[in-house]
């Protein structure tokens, strides 16, 4: 399977998710040197480049970093807070214990509610609401 080359993160979201767009907007906020490139696994083009099924990709976010390995779910967002300056030292501690032994139950409590009603925590961080998985939502406007 050939995958374009780049020197940048590679991070494969659900474009037509809005909590997902919200954070890939978090994140390019703090992305001044632009080195993770986000891209929508709902293009069937790229969810070639990946080595994942379909459901795979929408079951979690994953990324593929400049050497070519890839990481999905809480491993994916490690990958992306060390390629943020202001936010490595986040990347690295959530890698130690307990971190690393809490952080995928949480995303994937997260990412398997992120098309419900989210939960008082994610509206109080500013999440946008919740749009029907099978219906696709718009794609929510930065504030």
């Known amino acids: 399977m050939a995958q374009p080359e780049t020197k ?14 919200w954070s890939r907007e978090k994140v390019e906020r703090y992305d001044k040197a632009e080195v993770i490139e986000f891209r929508d696994y ?3 083009a790229t969810a070639r480049e990946t080595p994942y099924s379909d459901e795979e990709l929408a079951t979690e976010m ?3 970093t400049a050497d070519g ?13 060390k390629a ?4 490595r030292w986040l ?23 992120r098309y419900r009603a989210p939960k008082l925590l994610l509206r109080w961080m500013g999440a946008p609401p ?14």
């Open 42 to 44: 709902n293009n069937s």
């Open 130 to 143: 919740p749009c029907s998985q099978e219906a696709g939502c718009a794609i929510p406007k930065a504030s």
């Open 91 to 113: 990347g690295r501690l959530a890698s130690y214990a307990p971190f690393r032994w809490l952080g995928p139950s949480a995303y994937r409590l997260i990412a398997r509610n």
């Open 84 to 87: 943020l300056p202001k936010w």
């Open 62 to 64: 994953h990324v593929r």
């Open 8 to 21: 940048r993160l590679v991070a494969y979201t659900d474009g037509r998710c809005p909590f997902c767009q």
């Open 69 to 81: 390995k890839w990481y999905g779910g809480f491993a994916a967002w490690i990958e992306v807070l």
